[in-house]
């Protein structure tokens, strides 16, 4: 059976990885739960088995795994069935390959929430710490990117248009 792929935001950028899915699964049965010590370094060998790292990149990489696995762990705990998401296709491609969504500037962001408010797709929740982060960006619809004219202080970016004409359809 083929691995599972997600991308996730890593440092402002895209990257995509095999295995998480199955990484997740694997450490809930085995009971480490998010408060776990060791969990970055379970974390980041799990991820390595099917994906490069860079070493530099390293950090960037434990912080938003340990936040996706809290997220797995906390739907895990809450008894409802998790079912993989199917975010559908564009133009023949899973909407998980299109690598477009927004970026947030953590350094230019005020966490006003205009953001969150003119996108009807939920791309957009508070952590708990109060700030506005990208938490589905496959909920992101392609091409979109009115959130990014609401938001005032500029913090939101998105790729350039030009990148979605490399996705033709499948036939």
């Not at 890593?10 to 776990?36: K, Q, R, V």
């Not at 795994?65 to 199917?86: D, H, M, T, V």
């Not at 947030?104 to 700030?131: K, P, S, Y």
Request: glycine share 6%; net charge negative.
């Amino acid at each position: 059976m083929p691995l599972s792929y997600r991308m996730l935001q890593i440092a402002g950028s895209p990257a995509g990885l095999l295995g998480l899915d199955e990484l997740f699964n694997e450490l809930t049965a085995a009971g480490i739960d998010p408060a776990d010590s060791q969990l970055a370094s379970l974390l980041l060998d799990g991820i390595k088995k099917h994906n490069y790292i860079p070493k530099p990149a390293e950090n960037d990489y434990s912080d938003v795994l340990k936040r996706e696995y809290e997220r797995f762990w906390q739907r895990q705990q809450s008894g409802k069935p998790i079912a993989p998401r199917n975010y559908g296709t564009w133009r023949g491609y899973p909407r998980e390959q299109i690598p477009w969504f927004p970026t947030i500037t953590r350094e230019l962001c005020n966490d006003c929430g205009a953001c969150m408010e003119i996108c009807a797709r939920n791309v957009f929740e508070r952590d708990q710490e109060n700030h506005v982060w990208v938490a589905e960006p496959f909920l992101c619809m392609v091409g979109c990117c009115f959130c990014k004219s609401a938001c005032e202080p500029k913090a939101l970016f998105f790729p350039k248009q030009e990148m979605l004409k490399d996705y033709r359809e499948k036939m």
